[in-house]
């Protein structure tokens, strides 16, 4: 019954908030959806950050409301045709699930109810098996790092390839993928670059968006694959 | 009695393995250290690590062992001479420190006898009041973001300004930051950037190194200071 469409970011450069991926989220939610719940907790201010996910939404045909004007997130989350959980920080994301009570119902919700779920940036991390790799600031602490586990492997989203003209001497991101393989049953890490989106239908994988994701399995050499990749192997 | 050489990165481009600061560290233990206690549990590798901490700290006239040969962590550094906490990844390196019971007793070492206390990168992080700045990968997850506190304030390592030409869409490092500071009670971050190095001496502070360093604090506007300034008005 699962149904996801996790995209790597918000904001493609130069475009607005979503515009890369409109497309795709109005056919994920087809006519059948009505209305969005929105989770902003991965952002300070939350009703900004509504009211830009409102506009967005509105555009291509839906109405959305904020999961923290609601008087209790679980019910929120019990009610909700559809979720969307917006990017920011992963950290204080997780936190706020937990806080709420809501990482098992969404949970639920999505594995017996194919309620979709779509997730940009922190909200896609938060989707998979942890949030170990994240590309976020550790700003508060969360209970754990283990997340709502929709797929069995990890993303990271936004990821960069090496410059080879840097002088910074910090870890690449392939290097920091590398370091959380040096743990044994660390799952595969699929890097999805800004432009990439993966779509998950069922048992179903697909890779859509603009750019390619390269994938990271513990011993193995990192591997590339191309929008339209059938990624079901994963699941 | 406090004594700290807080290193922002360990190479520096174009030159070797703790090469940009070995007349730092040599004038900061002076004749009386002869055998440095290094903490490589930042890498996965600790004997690889060690030797090559070893060798940069035999060039310039010091023993270095490295405390995982030890049959005790905590007797280790409570005979330590010095202590260097080399960088890698920040997460497992403090969630080691934990797992080993040694966050209290580097304190106590460090407080109450003066053991110089050299770190470079996350040895430099665990130093501050927590790891909440750290820009690593959380790929294992440690009991708590909470350091060792010799310093009341944290540091951002090898901090970078935003690049103006890049089309990442990813957080620039002052905006993470920000994001930090939207909480109360956020202690002030100083972001030093590679080549910078912060010197404590008791309740005097003194920026060292080739680079500025940029002091962020909650609510205020960041600053900039050069190399010498002093950094004292933060303890």
Redesign the interface.
């Known amino acids: 019954m699962r149904r996801l469409l996790l995209i790597s ?1 918000s ?4 475009s607005g908030y979503l515009d890369h991926c409109k497309k795709q989220i109005k056919e994920f939610l087809s006519d059948k959806v009505k209305t969005v719940l929105f989770v902003p907790y991965a952002l ?1 201010d939350r009703d900004d950050y509504t009211s830009t996910a409102r506009k967005a939404y509105n555009e291509i045909g839906y109405q959305l409301e904020g999961i923290h004007e609601k008087p209790s997130a679980v019910e929120a989350v019990r009610q909700a045709e559809a979720l969307f959980i917006g990017g ?2 992963t ?2 994301l997780l936190k706020t699930l937990y806080d709420e009570n809501i990482v098992d119902e969404i949970y639920k919700r999505v594995y017996n109810d194919g309620m979709p779920y779509i997730g940009s940036s922190a909200g896609t991390n938060v989707a998979t098996v942890s ?11 969360p209970p ?2 283990k997340a709502i586990n929709l797929v069995p492997f990890n993303i990271n989203a ?1 990821y ?1 390839d090496p410059d080879p003209n840097s ?5 690449t991101r392939a290097k ?2 590398e ?2 393989h ?2 044994e049953d ?1 799952p595969p890490v699929l890097g999805i670059r ?1 432009g990439c989106i993966l779509h998950v239908e069922g048992d179903k994988a697909t890779l859509r968006g603009v750019t390619d994701a390269r994938l990271f399995v513990r011993g193995k050499e990192p591997v590339e694959y191309k929008p339209d990749a059938d990624m079901s192997f994963l699941l």
Chains 1, 2 share one sequence.
């Open positions: 970011n904001t493609l450069h130069g300070h920011g920080n950290f204080r949030i170990n790799t994240t590309n976020d600031m550790p700003i508060v602490f754990s790092f936004h960069q002088k910074h001497m910090g870890e920091r993928i370091q959380y040096e743990y660390s800004e």
